[in-house]
């Protein structure tokens, strides 16, 4: 059985990056030959040259959501809503601080406009909440929400300062790349793109 403690590794708070670099494919890769066992460092950029014809990438084009909300409670003090996820009734999963303080029933406002209110308590921390307000959940996020960080990351939250480059790296519509059997999208045009169109391979659908 694994312990988290099995995990446990020295790393030097200097050695932690505070900010992306400009250009995300100059990030760093860290290539394991598996026959070997040789480490060897490359960039991202190198990775059209790891991945062989036959080869499946995954991709993950999951984003990140300004989800951390600071509030007021009615009684007076501060507290912090983290949400999780939407669920399919419209209410959020979500976490909240101080926990003794949000009992179901009681509300944190966001500003004139916006507020949620706990609806159940689920246990590890968890919340069910719902935006009352004139604000929506996602009005809400757009106004008063922040990128949560990790607790690794010393620098304040901050929007993106950089629309294109925010675009490729979240959008959806930048990971459709088109290939020899899909017409639906371009086809990226540089090595600044990670020649993607030489990594994903698209297999024509077999009919019965």
Known sequence: MFRASDFDYSLPAGQIAQHPLPDR?????????RVGGAIRHAQFRDIVDLVAPEDVLVLNVSRVIPARLHGMREAGGQAEILL???LP?????GM????????PG????FGDDSA????????GGLRRVKFVGALDAGATLAKYGEMPLPPYIRRPPRGCTSPA???RACRRE???????????????SSRSRWRTSRIIRCTPRRTR
């Open 25 to 33: 494919a100059a990030s760093r890769l860290l290539v394991l030959h």
């Open 84 to 86: 999780v996820r939407e």
């Open 89 to 93: 009734d419209g209410t959020w999963l």
């Open 96 to 103: 909240g601080h101080p926990g003794g303080k949000l009992k």
């Open 106 to 109: 009681r509300r944190v406002a």
């Open 116 to 123: 949620v209110e706990i609806v159940a308590m689920l246990g």
């Open 165 to 167: 480059r925010c675009w």
């Open 174 to 188: 930048a990971l459709r790349w088109r290939c020899s059997t899909c017409t639906s999208a371009p086809r990226p």
